[in-house]
């Protein structure tokens, strides 16, 4: 496990770093379309931590990627709340909403799971939807923090948070190899192939089932809080089922358990 870990890790910052430069030399008109590919490269890595490693089935997950993005940008732009800390902030509140449904959906089991998590993500959307005065409701919000703001390197507002967004896929994949290849990612493992056997073993998969989903849609939230300044404007699409299950295809083309599947 530690060879693997090893080689994951330097593979993880070798490919951000990659990313990395790609963000400073492609032209203005395609870096939008840059972060956007890098943010679903790590919304494809964050759910598989629930599909390869754990065999959850959620269809629910681009609701926590929505949730991140709308949370941060209404506390910045309705509170003056600065960035990092509207983020974290959102990251919370995201995490603990994820434990609310965690630890009621993580008691069953395949479709039973995805029903839970699909319902979840529909309560979301619907709550954008009748929220305008705040949220914009299906006709989406404008993203308008740091447009003029003088930027590093005289960057654009987008070219900049798109670096972001590599760093929040650097942190995706590095969460996700060290869950891997670790004595979590084994019992994790244990808990996809039978859940009886890991009580057998000592193991609650309830937990454990809990604190990977909790983590994942974390991982999500992240990537939404870096991704709504870099994108200018988010909607409702952002988070339906239709949106979960894009991000579920690209596992199902690219293959689950492989970070090179989410590229390709």
Sequence with gaps: MKANLTRDLVASVGVCAVFAVLTATVPDGRVVMLGTFIAFVALAVSLDLL???????????????GAGAYLSTILVQELGWP????????IGLVAAAALVVGVAAARTVGLYFAIVSFAFGELLVQLVNNTTSVSGG????????????????????????CLWIVVAAMVTLVVTALVRNTHLGLRLTAVRESENLTRGLGFNPTTYKTAIFVMASSLAALIGVVYAPMAGFINPSLMNVEQSIYILGLLIVGGTRSVRGAFL
Excluded: D, K
């Excluded at 960035?83 to 959102?90: D, N």
């Excluded at 993203?143 to 507002?157: D, H, K, N, Y």
């Design 51 to 65: 599909v390869g490693t754990t065999g959850m089935l959620s269809l629910g997950h681009a609701a926590f990627f």
């Design 83 to 90: 960035l990092p800390l509207a983020g974290l902030a959102a």
């Design 138 to 161: 299906s006709e989406g919000l404008p993203v308008e923090f740091g447009l003029g703001a003088q930027m590093p390197f005289g960057w654009s507002i987008y070219r900049y948070f």
